[in-house]
Nanobody
Framework: QVQLVESGGGSVQPGGSLRLSCAAS????????IGWFRQAPGKEREGVSC????????YYADSTKGRFTISRDNAENTVYLQMSSLKPEDTAVYYC??????????????????WGQGTLVTVSS
């Protein structure tokens, strides 16, 4: 069964850090584009970051640039989203997605076929 499983969410104070993981099963992430997106209560989905199929390019939404870092570990078949300097407005359910698209941009998730179930991130004092 092809699936993605996110983990690493939780509650953190403003200014804190979290690392989200996106583990694949049933397929290998090599040469797949991976995207992270999020959805806050009552809001639309928002692209967060993407990494290209060959890892040559990474993309970030303006709201996350300089604070979030996307990376891939093919040996672990996992993609990570390192989040630092977290703000209350980062509170959302975070999802990862994978696919064969070559579309560039921080919202590449729109073109990806396999989506995970999400992990909740809450930033609050």
């Amino acid at each position: 069964q092809v699936q993605l499983v996110e983990s690493g969410g939780g509650s953190v104070q403003p200014g804190g850090s979290l690392r989200l993981s996106c583990a694949a099963s049933g397929f290998t992430l090599d040469y797949y584009a991976i995207g992270w997106f999020r959805q806050a209560p009552g809001k639309e989905r928002e692209g967060v970051s993407c990494i290209s199929r060959d890892d040559s390019s990474t993309y970030y939404a303006d709201s996350t640039k300089g604070r979030f870092t996307i990376s891939r570990d093919n040996a672990e078949n996992t993609v990570y989203l390192q989040m630092s300097s977290l703000k209350p407005e980062d509170t959302a359910v975070y999802y990862c997605a994978a696919g064969r698209t070559t579309v560039a941009g921080f919202d590449c998730y729109r073109y990806l076929e396999v989506w995970g179930q999400g992990t909740l991130v809450t930033v609050s004092s």
